[in-house]
């Protein structure tokens, strides 16, 4: 059970209309949104912001931003945010085996140099190690400054997120870990 309650029924006019528009979403009215609906603007607000990095918002690909925020979520042990991420990554064009190999991503051959540079970012990133700089600097190799931004703004919100996910204890939606395959949280 999540420590800060989820809100089933909105109540007031801006809340309601809001959930209205999350139903009309194919995920639904997902748990974070009902645990953030304790703050209406707030989440209206980080809506807004949050939205353009899934969809088309980006230079950088799905597949990288994927395996990015997969990355981040393991970093934090966000099982909520690795689960919702499995089926996004797999649109984005991530197979099974390279969603489990995320954690071993340095043996074999499921990831490629620039994905491999990228998993060390998003490592150091997380990290808040002091080899940051020197991470962005190798994926300059491979990125356009805008990608190399997109990215590190990914990491950076996708640890926010995480930074509410876990200490809160947000779970994860029923009908998301429904779907998804069996043993994926020895994955994290």
Not at 41 to 50: F, K, P, Q, V
Request: aromatic share 8%.
């Amino acid at each position: 059970m999540s420590v800060i309650p989820k809100i089933e029924d909105p109540e007031g006019e801006d809340l309601a209309h809001l959930y209205g528009r999350l139903a009309q979403n194919p995920m639904g009215n997902l748990n974070i949104f009902k645990v953030m609906a304790h703050s209406p603007a707030l989440m209206r607000n980080w809506l807004r912001m949050a939205t353009p990095l899934l969809g088309d918002g980006l230079s950088l690909s799905a597949r990288l931003r994927e395996i990015a925020i997969l990355r981040v979520a393991q970093n934090a042990r966000s099982e909520y945010e690795f689960g919702q991420h499995i089926p996004i990554a797999r649109a984005a064009g991530l197979s099974e085996d390279e969603i489990a190999g995320l954690t071993d991503y340095e043996d074999g051959e499921l990831f490629s140099d620039l994905e491999r540079a990228l998993i060390r970012y998003v490592d150091a990133v997380s990290g808040f190690t002091a080899e940051s700089p020197d991470r962005a600097r190798d994926l300059r190799r491979w990125l356009s400054d805008r990608e190399l931004l997109e990215l590190s703004f990914v990491i950076g919100h996708w640890t926010m997120v995480a930074c509410v996910l876990v200490p809160l204890e947000v779970e994860l939606d029923e009908h998301v870990d429904a779907r998804l395959p069996d043993g994926w949280r020895e994955w994290l």
